[in-house]
């Protein structure tokens, strides 16, 4: 007997090992009623003690790595390589300015919205608070589309919390570790995330494929769906608020699996290859941030003064007006208030300075434009409340005729 | 294919190596294999710890030892995955054990053999992966064997840069 355990040993270890690991498996599989096998969506103790162990190996020197990386990268993009950051910067100004005065735009429609939603009984969930974290290290593995982040339970964050950058999303938090996380891709075969079509509407689940690929599926044929429709988040999966970007269709290919269903291939808005910093959203709620207030009073005020701008132009438009000859009388008497019980005076038409004829006389010869399209003389005198610097003016904008219609007036 | 006559156990040399090394290659390639997938932008069709494996379970032939460094290596990187723990441990734990189990009865110090047995091995391993993910457990996994195939090339190219550096790492007698 002793002699076979010595003359097998290799093997005996070899199979015991292997059904251990076997049985290892057995427990983290579960048999759903659909008679489908699925993993234990959360782990149990002893898998997360080891995941645990794993993480606490692996990250400390990702973290060096990583540092490391992100040091060298801000030397020398903040000492050495500066050229155009000027130029940068003021575009980068501009744009905010315009994107304020956007989003004060468009946050009429947000409290309108939100007085509808309150009608119907349906809240908009809003982001409300987020985490900023560092991508630190990954799976490892082609088959598990995962990385880590530099934040865990020490940064309150938790599972099934929606992890996005300024793009769009990126995947939601599958493990919390004391001092890091697990963040599961979109593009990873067991994620799944609520989806919609922008322009036909169409929901689905995406997911990834076996090359990383997020795509759609679950979809009926459906001729509508055209590559650069724009994919957005559903907001029914309760993990991703409602219209957050996702990318935009690249493809549609049939389902190698079913007949009657299409796999719409998305190119991700956001790039999950490189992704260095994420925002993790810790809560979100029906109201907006108080940061978000502060950039909507930011954006209000901005709108104001974008409005007075434009006033401050307008009224330095009809001071140049004024100011131009022969559209005021400067002699003319002031127009006297119209006492109550007497008639409304006649206004009078200032008398037009003479003026040179044009050799080539077009629409904005003077001396032309006022002509009128009808056979009335007294059309102009029917308006007495406009202001006379506009009378000259107005004629010539309606009824400037690319061909003269009364010869007897031409020059 | 270069082979020993006699008891070939007793005539290949068993390569030793400081214990430091024993730790941290294989916690080095690990490491590695989590981090680079994200300096090279998402690219990770290529194994680290099964190179490693391979590597010191030639270099040991011993098949106890190919075993367990297997098992190790393959359950801590599905560890470090959302999977469940054991996919890659039982791959890895055959893979080690048919290394070691070659390495007693071929000349592995030839680079063209180990190149070829890294990339069957790789292969074999990615076979095991699927056989456990879609039969053992029964669970659905989209797969494509020209990643594979293609993680197997990496895989011989990384052992033709990584075996010769760590064969200079091992004791001489």
């Known amino acids: 007997m002793e002699s076979f355990f010595i003359r097998y040993r290799n093997l005996l270890v070899l199979l015991a090992i292997l059904l251990a690991q076997i049985v290892g498996l057995a427990v983290q599989v579960r048999h759903t009623d659909s008679g489908r096998n699925t993993l234990d969506p959360q782990d149990g103790p002893g898998v997360r003690l080891i995941r645990m162990w794993a993480n606490d190996a692996v990250s400390p020197p990702e973290r060096l790595f990583h540092s490391s990386r992100l040091g060298t990268v801000w030397l020398w993009q903040n000492y050495i390589d500066l050229r155009h950051t000027e130029q940068q910067n003021q575009d980068l100004q501009k744009t905010i300015d315009r994107l304020r005065l956007e989003q004060a735009a468009l946050l009429e429609d947000a409290k309108q919205g939100q007085r509808l939603q309150a009608l119907v009984g349906f809240q908009q969930k809003y982001i409300y608070q987020t985490v900023a974290a560092q991508a630190i290290g990954s799976s490892g593995s082609d088959q598990s589309r995962l990385f880590y982040i530099d934040k865990g339970a020490d940064y309150k964050l938790e599972r099934d919390m929606a992890v996005i950058t300024p793009d769009g999303i990126v995947g939601k938090v599958r493990e919390v570790f004391p001092h890091s996380a697990q963040v599961l891709e979109i593009n990873d075969q067991t994620s799944g995330a609520g989806v919609i079509l922008a322009t036909t509407r169409i929901r689905g689940t995406l997911r990834g494929n076996a090359i990383g690929q997020p795509q759609i599926v679950g979809i009926l044929a459906d001729q509508r769906i055209q590559p650069g429709e724009v994919v957005l988040t559903a907001g029914g999966d309760m993990i991703f608020p409602r219209g957050l970007p996702v990318g935009v269709v690249e493809k549609v290919v049939r389902d190698p699996d079913r007949d009657a269903f299409i796999d719409v291939i998305v190119k991700p808005a956001a790039h999950l290859d490189r992704l260095d910093e994420v925002l993790v959203i810790t809560s979100t709620d029906a109201r907006f941030s108080p940061q978000q207030q502060q950039d909507l009073a930011t954006s209000e005020a901005l709108k104001g003064s974008e409005a007075a701008a434009i006033l401050e132009k307008k009224k330095a438009s009809e001071i140049m007006a004024e100011r131009l000859p022969g559209l005021t009388d400067p002699n003319a008497p002031a127009p006297v208030p119209a006492q109550p019980g007497q008639p409304q005076p006649t206004p009078v038409t200032p008398p037009a300075p003479k003026l040179l004829p044009a050799v080539h006389p077009d629409r904005f010869s003077p001396g032309i434009a006022p002509q009128p399209p009808t056979d009335k003389p007294d059309q102009d005198q029917s308006a007495p409340d406009k202001p006379t610097s506009e009378a000259p003016k107005k004629p010539a904008q309606k009824t400037a005729p690319r061909t003269p219609t009364h010869p007897q007036r031409n020059p | ?173």
């Open chain 2, 1 to 173: 294919m270069p082979t020993m006559g006699g008891n070939p156990r007793r005539n290949m040399e068993i390569r030793r190596y400081p214990v430091l090394v024993y730790a941290l290659v294989p916690l080095a390639a690990l490491v590695l294999q989590a981090w680079l997938p994200r300096a090279l932008r998402g690219y990770a069709w290529f194994d680290l710890p099964l190179v490693v494996t391979v590597y010191f379970a030639l270099g040991r032939r011993s098949p106890i030892q190919g075993t367990l460094m297997g098992a190790a290596m393959g359950l801590f990187e599905d560890a470090l995955t959302q999977h469940a723990i054991g996919i890659n441990g039982i791959a890895k734990t055959i893979v080690g054990f048919l290394a070691a189990s070659v390495g007693i009865r071929i000349d592995v110090e030839n680079h063209t053999i180990r190149l070829a047995l890294n990339f069957l091995l790789s292969l074999l391993s990615s076979a095991i992966y699927v056989f456990v993910y879609r039969m053992l457990l029964g669970l659905n996994l989209k797969w494509s064997w020209i990643v594979e195939i293609i993680k197997a090339v990496d895989n011989s190219l990384i052992a033709m840069v990584v075996f010769p550096f760590l064969d200079r790492l091992q004791i001489r007698e």
